[in-house]
């Protein structure tokens, strides 16, 4: 190479490495390298050993595998709480969340009360309020063929939870809704389209896929919150072990195995939840 002067300078040879072998900072310390697994995080390898080493003792040693056989039976109650108080949360949480961001002022207080009031009670005195005080007071009140799913007790431990966590997700659409630029409202009433119109092709589907984190956040705990149920004799997974383990006098092992399946669901809902966050993320 000529420098200043005429003069030569010999640049060293550089040896340069393939984008393929360039080592990462970002996933040097946060995930291992196995043979057949790509790049798993240190703590799901962790989870996966233990997970492993409780599945072997639970197979050799036949107590365990008895209660475990036993309180699976509670785990479709479990599920079938989960999925249907968090269906309904999901419809109250979107009407009052719309309501949070009317203009209309009683739309708006309405909403605002629910939202305020219902956060405000532990989610357990609501569940033991509406069975004592509101469920009898509806069954009495509505006719005969509707009566039914006030005396229920899986019914009223879905519509209680439903009611308390719709506060929530009030909240979490309320804020997706405002995260969205005004000008993108603005651009939809000058085509000529009406409010609802507007809301419902322009501004929602970017404000959910924007709050899906969030919402799968709030599913995940919905299903370990559906355990205070049990408080009102509904026989899911936490009142099977509260039950077996008080007539055999085996806690540790009753509440071992309940632990472990809970895990066990939250940890798989967790999945499908990271995965449908990236099949619908906004791309950025």
Known sequence: M??????????????LLPPDNRPSRDIAGKALALSGVSNLPAWA??????????AAVIVTNAEYTSILLILSSGIALTLYVTFFAY???????LVAGLMRVSRNPILYTIATLYVE??????????????F?????????????????VFRDEALEGIIALSVGYGAYLAEVYR?????IPRGQMEAARSLGMSYPSAMRYVILP????TVLPPLGNDFISLLKDSALVSAISVKELTLWTRQRSANTFKPLEHWTIAAILYLVMTLGLSVVV????????IPK
């Open 206 to 209: 970017q404000a959910i896929r």
């Open 175 to 179: 804020a997706g809704i405002e995260s």
């Open 132 to 148: 004592f005080v509101i469920a009898p007071f509806l069954a009495n009140s509505v006719p005969d063929q509707f009566a039914f």
């Open 117 to 130: 009031v219902i956060r405000g009670i532990p989610l357990l005195v609501l569940i033991l309020y509406f």
């Open 274 to 281: 990271r995965y449908l966050e990236r099949r619908y993320a």
């Open 2 to 15: 000529i420098g200043m002067r005429g003069k030569f300078f010999h640049m060293p040879d550089i040896e």
């Open 45 to 54: 390898v962790i989870i996966l050993i233990a997970g492993l080493i409780a």
């Open 87 to 93: 269906t309904l949360a999901l419809i109250f949480g």
